[in-house]
T-cell receptor
Framework: DAKTTQPTSMDCAEGRAANLPCNHS???????VYWYRQIHSQGPQYIIH???NNETNEMASLIITEDRKSSTLILPHATLRDTAVYYC?????????????FGAGTTVTVRA | GAGVSQSPSNKVTEKGKDVELRCDPI?????LYWYRQSLGQGLEFLIY????????KSGLPSDRFSAERTGGSVSTLTIQRTQQEDSAVYLC?????????????FGPGTRLLVL
């Protein structure tokens, strides 16, 4: 699977949009971009995923560049409860690709 | 509805003792996964159950680790003769059918400390 690169940490002001970048320059044409997050002392939580088109759900928006080499997760109105480690991963549609693996992720701190 | 639950939430044990960790998946989910997360480390896959198929045990780190899933629902992860390096957060997840691109829903984890 393609490797992803994320900034180690970032701060965000409460109520503002948080834009989390992710590079995946070696992504293959059939690989998906997934985002999870992990709030302190909790299990990972699925946020959103996409292939080519931009996606939006009740939690966030995912913007994927046209060449698919990078993407941005947008939390439209960050709250203190959004403070967490955010993981960007690439998943391949192989039958055995159920083994999730996270890197270091981005530690996002939302400040009042 | 109820999410994935795990018990106990915390477990402290002495080196050499056996421990059992329990996972209750979301009702109706046929796929169940165990992972562990060590301090400062990423997510490590341990084992995967899907319906009545043979489980994928490829991630179990040694033969001291075993898991079972009774009645296609509750799962128990057993660690025999625990070692200090087994200290970690053990996470359970479930999904509806298993495989890609299903979303895996995680429980809160069991924090195991081996003294």
């Amino acid at each position: 699977d393609a490797k992803t690169t994320q900034p180690t940490s970032m701060d965000c002001a409460e109520g503002r949009a948080a834009n989390l970048p992710c590079n995946h320059s070696t992504i293959s044409g059939n690989e998906y971009v997934y985002w999870y997050r992990q709030i302190h002392s909790q299990g990972p939580q699925y946020i959103i995923h996409g292939l080519k088109n931009n996606e939006t759900n009740e939690m966030a928006s995912l913007i994927i560049t046209e060449d698919r080499k990078s993407s941005t997760l947008i939390l439209p109105h960050a709250t203190l409860r959004d403070t967490a480690v955010y993981y960007c991963i690439v998943r391949s549609p192989r039958s055995n690709d159920y083994k999730l693996s996270f890197g270091a992720g981005t530690t996002v701190t939302v400040r009042a | 509805g109820a999410g994935v639950s795990q018990s106990p939430s915390n477990k402290v044990t002495e080196k050499g003792k056996d421990v059992e960790l329990r996972c209750d998946p979301i009702s109706g989910h046929t796929a169940l996964y165990w992972y562990r997360q060590s301090l400062g480390q990423g997510l490590e896959f341990l084992i995967y159950f899907q319906g009545n198929s043979a489980p994928d045990k490829s991630g179990l780190p040694s033969d001291r680790f075993s898991a079972e899933r009774t009645g296609g629902s509750v799962s128990t992860l057993t660690i025999q003769r625990t070692q200090q390096e087994d200290s970690a957060v053990y996470l359970c997840a479930s999904s509806l059918m298993g495989g890609f691109p299903e979303t895996q829903y995680f429980g809160p984890g069991t924090r195991l400390l081996v003294l």
